[in-house]
Each structure stands twice: as structure tokens, then as C-alpha cells.
């Protein structure tokens, strides 16, 4: 049995969250697991449900000052997060330097792995190595290339030389990092515990039901999404799941955001959302799997490269998906499992939509059957994060 340390990086309930949950029941089989969050959000009562004990940074450091420094592809320019970027970095050698080795130093267990979460938390590998423990990073984003390199290096090289092993959840996203010789690629688990109940969704039998997750985030392609609509015929229905957009409680970023044209757009998508008699707004929930089960097919139009773990949740129970040509996402959809639009081009959205609402039951289940196929090949052939734990 070894002891690990996992330290996670998220405030949300998102997908990086699901996927730490199948993480930790996975390994806490063989080991003792325990967990440093953070940040102190909604994740925490989620991280303890699962049995393992959470620790929360003791130094103030990290409530008042310390920010991630991300550089992923899933994103857009912004003039806020670019200005953000250069404290950013220096919250990032602070950590690396002096703050993250007290940090792990101060923790009431004798870990001998230390298990990064994120791609954007590569600095406490450095205090990790300096304390004689073994160190896996968990590449879960896209590391972008950006315009010099810069940014990408920083992190790159860190990896290189502190990471004992790196677990990939896409090829993609491991070819982006390219230190293929400690990589292993790991597609995340899909987690069924707790995301479904016994009551059933009983949909209206004039409609065709889809399901879209990922709420009101530009980089999941809320903005195409949404200008679909109005060419989606009258028979479809779309269970829409996720959060809300958040417009930034400081009065400075809300001025500088005005010269984002995203922004002047904004308020219009989601007053065409709201109105969109197509939409059946659900918000966050638990029990997404009742609604993959209530739905034909899953909308998942990225507007931006990044592994997505519901098209693995609705193969995994024989869903088609619908998703953008952006790079990375043929390495698990095809068109036998799935359909594809031109990232950017909403009209063929719709076009896709309309074309699955009308598939007669015997092309449905052909499509159907080929998901779930996939699924099963996929998990199949998956390492598993405890391999490259016993092989540390």
C-alpha cells in the first residue's frame, strides 16, 4: 500500500471534479489517499464523501494571493486574464520557490507520492522532488503553445524535470506536453455513483430530446449552440445542463471586459436561450445520467480543443454525440458513433440536429450500438492510474 497525496486545484462541479471522484475511489483500494484542496469551495464536501480525508492550505497565501497560472488552449483572449497572467506567474514562482515545500512540509502524513491534479499546478513538483517524494502529474488541460512559447516552456520544462510520471486523460493533450517517454495516456473514468436516481424522466413522445452540458461557458460552444436554435425544427427538445454566466463582481475587470466584443454579445445569447421554446433549462444537477438516458443524443459543440469526459459518459450507455471539428476530438468520435459540424458554422449545428431527430429506429440503433461498441473498446484498452502508481 502506498500513500499519496493528491492536491486538486478546483472550485467548481465540473468535469475535473467528476473525474478526481473516479480517481480517488479507483486508487483508494490499494492505498491510503488523502487529499490538499486549494482552494475552499463546494468541492471540498464532494472530495469528502468519498471517505478520504481533506486538508485546506494553512498558509494565508493561498486564500488572499495565490492564482493558478493557466495556459491552455480551451481558451479565448482576454485583455483581463492577459493583464491577470503577469501576477499570475509570479504567484507561481512564489509557490515553487518558497510557499509549496512549507506547505507540504506542515501536512500531518507521510506520503511517499505527491499526485498533481492539473496541469497548471506543475510548481509543487519542485518541492515535491526537494522533499525525496515521487511526483505524478495528472494532464488534464490542453497546454497551449501560444505566440513565443514562453508561457509553455515554463511549465513544460518544470514537468521535465520534476515529474517522475505524467497520466494524460487524451493523446492529444499528451502529444501537447510531447515527454511521451514518462506519458501515459489514461482516459478518464466514467462515475455512475450518485449521478442517477430511480426517478424517472418521462419526455413528451411528439418530441426528439437532446442534451447539452457545460451551461453558459464560451469555450464549450454556448455561442454557437445558441444561434442554432432558431434552425432547429419544431420537434426537438434540449435538456440544458450546466451553470449560468457569471459577470465578475470587480467594478475594474467589468470596465476593461467592455472592449471584449464577447461581452456586448453576451446578454443577447442568453435572452435568446431563456425564450427559446427548444430549451428545457435544468441548471446543476447530480443526476445527469437520468437525462442521458432521456435524451437521443448529446450536443457537445467545443468551440475550443479540450477532452470532454460526457462524450465517454454518453457512449458509455449507447449515445451518439454531436461535436465541432476542433482538433483533437476524432482521437474517440467517428461517424459511426457520432456526427461532426464545422466549429463555428451554427447552421450546420442545427443542420446535425435535425438530421439525428429524423433517423428511423433501425439507423438509430446501428449509430447507438456503435457508441456503446466504442465505449467498451476504449475501456478495454485504458490503463489504469493504479499501473503507473505500482510502477513508480
Same mark, same amino acid.
Given at each position: 500500500?502506498?500513500?499519496?497525496?493528491?492536491?486538486?486545484?478546483g472550485i467548481g462541479v465540473g468535469g475535473g471534479l467528476?473525474?478526481?471522484?473516479?480517481?480517488?475511489? @479507483?486508487?483508494? *483500494?490499494?492505498?491510503?489517499?488523502?487529499? =490538499?484542496?486549494? #482552494?475552499?469551495?463546494?468541492?471540498? &464536501?464532494?472530495?469528502?464523501?468519498?471517505?478520504?480525508?481533506?486538508?485546506?492550505?494553512?498558509?494565508?497565501?493561498?486564500?488572499?494571493?495565490?492564482?493558478?497560472?493557466?495556459?491552455?488552449?480551451?481558451?479565448?483572449?482576454?485583455?483581463?486574464?492577459?493583464? @491577470?497572467?503577469? *501576477?499570475?506567474?509570479?504567484?507561481?514562482? =512564489?509557490?515553487? #520557490?518558497?510557499?509549496?515545500?512549507? &506547505?507540504?512540509?506542515?501536512?500531518?502524513?507521510?506520503?511517499?507520492?505527491?499526485?498533481?491534479?492539473?496541469?497548471?499546478?506543475?510548481?509543487?513538483?519542485?518541492?515535491?522532488?526537494?522533499?525525496?517524494?515521487?511526483t505524478i502529474i495528472h494532464v488534464r488541460e490542453p497546454l497551449a503553445k501560444g505566440f513565443l512559447g514562453i508561457r509553455k516552456a515554463i511549465i513544460r520544462n518544470v514537468i521535465k524535470q520534476y515529474c517522475d510520471r505524467i497520466i494524460a486523460i487524451s493523446y492529444d493533450n499528451?502529444?501537447?506536453v510531447d515527454l511521451r517517454n514518462i506519458t501515459t495516456v489514461v482516459y478518464?473514468?466514467?462515475?455512475?455513483?450518485?449521478?442517477?436516481?430511480?426517478?424517472?424522466?418521462?419526455?413528451?413522445?411528439?418530441?426528439?430530446?437532446?442534451?447539452y452540458l457545460g451551461g453558459m461557458q464560451r469555450i464549450k460552444g454556448f455561442e454557437q449552440f445558441v444561434k442554432s436554435l432558431s434552425n432547429i425544427n419544431d420537434d426537438v427538445r434540449i435538456y440544458f445542463l450546466g451553470g449560468d454566466y457569471i459577470h465578475s463582481g470587480n467594478k475594474m475587470k467589468r470596465i476593461i471586459s467592455i472592449i471584449?466584443?464577447?461581452?456586448?454579445?453576451?446578454?443577447?445569447?442568453?435572452?435568446?436561450?431563456?425564450?427559446s421554446d427548444k430549451i428545457i433549462k435544468i441548471g446543476l444537477v447530480d443526476n445527469i445520467f437520468d437525462y442521458y438516458s432521456s435524451s437521443i443524443a448529446l450536443i457537445s459543440p467545443f468551440s475550443k480543443p479540450h477532452a470532454s469526459l460526457p462524450i465517454l459518459e454518453a457512449f458509455s450507455i449507447g449515445?451518439?454525440?454531436?461535436?465541432?471539428?476542433?482538433?483533437?476530438?476524432?482521437?474517440?468520435?467517428?461517424?459511426?458513433?457520432?456526427?461532426?459540424?464545422k466549429n463555428n458554422n451554427y447552421k450546420e449545428l442545427a443542420i446535425v440536429?435535425?438530421?439525428?431527430?429524423?433517423?428511423?429506429?433501425?439507423q438509430y440503433q446501428i449509430i447507438s450500438e456503435n457508441a456503446k461498441?466504442?465505449?467498451?473498446?476504449?475501456?478495454?484498452?485504458?490503463?489504469?492510474?493504479?499501473?503507473?502508481?505500482?510502477g513508480i
Amino acid at each position: 500500500m502506498k500513500k499519496i497525496l493528491i492536491i486538486h486545484h478546483g472550485i467548481g462541479v465540473g468535469g475535473g471534479l467528476i473525474a478526481l471522484l473516479g480517481l480517488i475511489e @479507483e486508487i483508494k *483500494k490499494k492505498n491510503e489517499v488523502r487529499v =490538499l484542496s486549494l #482552494f475552499n469551495s463546494e468541492a471540498v &464536501e464532494y472530495i469528502k464523501k468519498t471517505g478520504v480525508e481533506v486538508y485546506l492550505p494553512k498558509s494565508k497565501f493561498y486564500s488572499k494571493f495565490y492564482r493558478l497560472f493557466i495556459h491552455s488552449e480551451a481558451s479565448y483572449f482576454s485583455v483581463i486574464e492577459f493583464l @491577470e497572467s503577469f *501576477k499570475n506567474i509570479l504567484m507561481f514562482f =512564489l509557490n515553487q #520557490f518558497f510557499f509549496a515545500k512549507r &506547505e507540504l512540509k506542515s501536512l500531518d502524513f507521510d506520503y511517499d507520492i505527491v499526485y498533481l491534479n492539473s496541469t497548471f499546478i506543475s510548481e509543487w513538483s519542485m518541492a515535491s522532488k526537494k522533499l525525496g517524494k515521487k511526483t505524478i502529474i495528472h494532464v488534464r488541460e490542453p497546454l497551449a503553445k501560444g505566440f513565443l512559447g514562453i508561457r509553455k516552456a515554463i511549465i513544460r520544462n518544470v514537468i521535465k524535470q520534476y515529474c517522475d510520471r505524467i497520466i494524460a486523460i487524451s493523446y492529444d493533450n499528451a502529444e501537447r506536453v510531447d515527454l511521451r517517454n514518462i506519458t501515459t495516456v489514461v482516459y478518464d473514468p466514467v462515475v455512475f455513483k450518485g449521478r442517477h436516481t430511480s426517478i424517472k424522466i418521462l419526455p413528451d413522445p411528439k418530441y426528439k430530446y437532446f442534451l447539452y452540458l457545460g451551461g453558459m461557458q464560451r469555450i464549450k460552444g454556448f455561442e454557437q449552440f445558441v444561434k442554432s436554435l432558431s434552425n432547429i425544427n419544431d420537434d426537438v427538445r434540449i435538456y440544458f445542463l450546466g451553470g449560468d454566466y457569471i459577470h465578475s463582481g470587480n467594478k475594474m475587470k467589468r470596465i476593461i471586459s467592455i472592449i471584449d466584443p464577447y461581452m456586448w454579445r453576451i446578454n443577447s445569447l442568453i435572452a435568446r436561450l431563456n425564450q427559446s421554446d427548444k430549451i428545457i433549462k435544468i441548471g446543476l444537477v447530480d443526476n445527469i445520467f437520468d437525462y442521458y438516458s432521456s435524451s437521443i443524443a448529446l450536443i457537445s459543440p467545443f468551440s475550443k480543443p479540450h477532452a470532454s469526459l460526457p462524450i465517454l459518459e454518453a457512449f458509455s450507455i449507447g449515445k451518439p454525440v454531436i461535436v465541432s471539428d476542433i482538433e483533437g476530438m476524432s482521437e474517440i468520435v467517428s461517424v459511426q458513433n457520432g456526427f461532426f459540424f464545422k466549429n463555428n458554422n451554427y447552421k450546420e449545428l442545427a443542420i446535425v440536429i435535425n438530421k439525428i431527430a429524423k433517423l428511423d429506429s433501425i439507423q438509430y440503433q446501428i449509430i447507438s450500438e456503435n457508441a456503446k461498441r466504442k465505449y467498451d473498446e476504449i475501456l478495454g484498452k485504458n490503463a489504469s492510474v493504479q499501473f503507473v502508481i505500482d510502477g513508480i
